[in-house]
């Protein structure tokens, strides 16, 4: 009998353990037949005790129909979202999915569950912040899962579940997950993977972070990478090294006061990324949701509590459009400390672009905040077909904070980017990042030819024709050398001071460096964690 038929109700047996009340299913097809496009109108589930839950769907499952989706977040009839996130909070296990498959009328799939151990009272939170890539085609609707990893011990797969409406990885977002499970101590490497096979399930990662708030530690993970059957090298499993750890000790109540112009157009119904810099470092890029696309109208105040690490005196803000389709013009955000009154205002008159990003500074007499002109040189090496068609980005880390991400589109020596033995020059105006002290570039692998070696970077200070050099000679890429498509340089011309801290650090433990943060910080360099000891990373 087939299954699945219009007008028709299959019925499946699974054998698993007590799952108590069920406040959510995740509902999804493969897309792999002819006949793929499925249109569903409830899904019933009931217990050994007869007691049924209905989950409403009246939703295409398709690529070509409805909103183009194959997979579904059902919720019971009649519970609501407040319900449902209690719930969430409440639950002690997971379950991994159950295959429907081989119908006789009435019958039966065994049970292929797993159920995850329940959360014993020694199990402590981890919070889970992913970037995935900006461009349409990154994200995924696939099933995602991480385990976290301290030299030999290791927790079990974390599932990555979303909660509220979004049930994917959506582009251009920065998402977090909460999961709890043993405590395993510092953590050396993450392995992150998902069950999506087809082509149009690939997820590019951009960075990865993981915080223990019970340690206050935060781990960055720079990823710029595929994890698709497709892309780069195929694989949709992949291990990362850290390259930094941060301590923020305990979080600072604030509230963050977004007052939109009050001019045409001003107004978007983009969420908004807001990353806030300050004299010991910087915070996470923290989304203020649009709320449906009201928060952010024209000539709009809205007042949104947030928690940010101790930064010291907070110097300037970086606020980027997740997506959306206006553009956005804001007069003024300001911070205001909820434990010590202290206010932070940032004023602006420039509009930011559809996924674009805007660096304010806060007003002040003692800080300066003209915009200096930055070049990057950056060298192809000259070896066989090494040059790249890829799209290549940097990001520039300074005493004073990052530039963010600049994509290398328009070079001034060179129409074709990126060929053998050239040397492309690009320019950015930016608020100033003191002594460059490490960049880190990358490119997305989106081309045939994508295969890079990198010589060198070189980036030049105009305000004061300083130059920063930063060697590489390595190759980016998912095919050859150890096929990374990232690269962390260390600046070659530092000074004295700082090469010494260098030498000084090279042997410190992660606990000991997580004492140190302010020296991390302000002298930019990343480390790889390796059986709990540091190695320089470049």
Not at 33 to 40: C, L
Not at 301 to 328: H, Q, Y
């Amino acid at each position: 009998m087939d299954k699945f038929q219009r007008n028709q109700t299959d019925t499946f047996t699974v054998d698993c353990v007590e799952l108590g009340e069920i406040y959510k299913i995740v509902l999804r097809e493969d897309d792999t037949n002819m006949g793929a496009d499925w249109f569903v109108a409830s899904v019933s589930v009931v217990d050994s005790n007869n007691n049924e839950s209905e989950f409403p769907c009246e939703l295409w499952f398709s690529k070509a129909k409805g909103d183009k989706k194959i997979k579904r977040v059902l919720y019971p009839k009649g519970m609501t979202m407040e319900q449902v996130e209690a719930a969430e909070k409440g639950t002690l296990g997971t379950k991994k999915g159950i295959t429907l498959k081989e119908v006789d009328g009435k019958t039966v799939n065994k049970n292929i569950t797993e159920e995850t151990e329940q959360t014993d009272s020694t199990d402590i939170k981890y919070v889970v912040t992913i970037e995935t890539g900006p461009e349409k085609d990154m994200g995924t609707d696939a099933d995602a899962y991480i385990v976290l990893k301290s030299g030999e011990e290791s927790t079990e797969e974390l599932s990555l579940y979303h909660t509220g409406k979004e049930d994917e990885f959506v582009p251009a977002r920065v998402q977090e997950f909460e999961v709890e499970n043993k405590d395993i101590g510092d953590i050396t490497s993450i392995v992150i993977g998902h069950n999506g096979v087809l082509a149009s399930e690939g997820w590019f990662i951009s960075t990865i972070s993981v915080t223990i708030p019970t340690t206050g530690a935060r781990y960055h993970f720079p990823c710029q990478r595929w994890l698709a059957r497709d892309r780069g090298d195929r694989k949709l499993v992949v291990e990362f090294i850290p390259s930094s750890v941060q301590e923020f000790g305990s979080l600072i109540p604030h509230v963050m006061t977004v007052c939109t112009a009050d001019v045409e157009d001003a107004g978007t119904d983009s969420n908004i990324l807001v990353k806030v810099f300050g004299h010991k470092g910087s915070s996470e890029q923290i989304t203020l949701s649009s709320n449906n696309g009201v928060r952010f109208m024209r000539a709009m105040t809205v007042n949104i509590p947030i928690e940010l690490p101790d930064m010291g005196a907070l110097t300037r803000i970086r606020a980027e459009l997740a997506d959306g389709s206006n553009n956005w013009l804001f007069d003024k955000i300001t911070l205001r400390n909820i434990d010590s009154g202290d206010e932070y205002i940032f004023v602006n008159t420039e509009w930011i672009e559809k996924g674009g990003s805007l660096d304010v500074p806060v007003q002040s007499e003692d800080l300066k905040t003209d915009k200096i002109l930055y070049k990057v040189s950056v060298q192809t090496s000259d070896l066989f077909a090494c040059g790249s068609d890829a799209n290549v980005f940097i990001i520039l880390y300074g005493e004073t904070g990052d530039s963010g991400t600049l994509a290398l589109k328009n070079s001034s020596t060179n129409t074709n980017k990126f060929e053998r033995n050239n040397t492309d020059e690009f320019e950015f105006s930016l608020l100033s990042l003191g002594n460059v002290k490490r960049v880190r570039i990358w490119h997305d692998d989106s081309s045939v030819s994508s295969s890079w070696h990198l010589a060198k970077v070189t980036v030049v200070d105009t305000s004061s024709s300083q130059e920063f050099s930063f060697p590489c000679n390595k190759w980016l890429s998912t095919r050859k050398d150890d096929k990374n498509l990232s690269r962390d340089l260390l600046c070659a011309n530092l000074p004295e001071e700082v090469v010494k801290v260098k030498e000084d650090m090279r042997l410190l433990s992660v606990c000991q460096v997580r004492k140190i943060p302010e020296l991390i910080m302000t002298y930019g360099y990343p480390w790889r964690v390796n059986q709990g000891h540091l190695k320089s990373f470049s």
